[in-house]
């Protein structure tokens, strides 16, 4: 609308004034507000690493990498995410654990789990500390179940290495299958689960 054409016209005219960086800013947040996601995102990021001295430039880095998330640009998000701890990772570690810790979300998207597990290894030696212990059992726990998937040779049945395998019922000694008293013929098979070895030599990132 015009309070975009307005501050599109202040950034075209005072590239070098602190009116810049305000309509920088202003433009992100109304292109967010009328779901221009991936113009608000540009323009947050910009506004985030041309002023990372002003209070606000964290929020705006951290809009960004939410946006680019939404529109499904992991690599945009990834980098910017990168930039964003580059920038504030010293004087935010809290925030910036959070940040690294929120990327296992993309590699997830992607199926990459060699990728998960190697960049939550990471976290784990990086951020142990600073992204407190909520976030430090997740990784532990996620590492384990992509571990554990990884070792099984077969896709698993409710987190267990098993397959479904077909088993013909077995009647008592001397006897047929009965029901109601009467001899069945063709009884039905069950499914029960039959366990599959896993691969102990299984390699994983790391």
């Not at 929020?59 to 990498?65: G, K, L």
């Not at 499904?72 to 990168?82: F, H, M, V, Y």
């Not at 990471?122 to 142990?128: L, N, P």
Request: charged share 20%.
């Amino acid at each position: 609308g015009q309070a975009l054409q307005a501050y599109k016209q202040l950034r075209a005219r005072f590239a070098t004034s602190a009116m810049f960086g305000l309509a920088t800013v202003r433009s992100g947040g109304l292109y967010a507000r009328v779901g221009m996601f991936a113009e608000a995102a540009a323009l947050l990021r910009e506004y985030g690493l041309r002023y990372a001295g002003e209070a606000d430039a964290a929020d705006a880095m951290n809009d960004a990498v939410y946006y680019f998330r939404v529109l499904g640009l992991g690599d945009e998000a990834i980098d910017t995410t990168q930039k964003f701890i580059a920038t504030f990772g010293k004087k935010q570690p809290a925030r910036a654990a959070e940040a690294f810790f929120n990327l296992d979300a993309i590699y997830a998207a992607r199926g990459d789990d060699d990728m998960r597990i190697k960049h939550l290894r990471q976290y784990i030696g990086s951020y142990a500390k600073a992204g407190g212990p909520d976030n430090l059992l997740v990784a532990y726990a996620t590492i384990a179940d992509l571990v554990w998937k990884s070792s099984c040779p077969v896709k698993l049945v409710d987190g267990t290495c098993a397959k479904r395998g077909a088993v013909m019922p077995v009647a008592k000694r001397g006897a047929v299958a009965t029901r109601c008293g009467q001899a069945v013929a063709g009884a039905a098979p069950r499914w029960p689960l039959v366990a599959v070895p896993s691969m102990p030599d299984v390699v994983v990132a790391r």
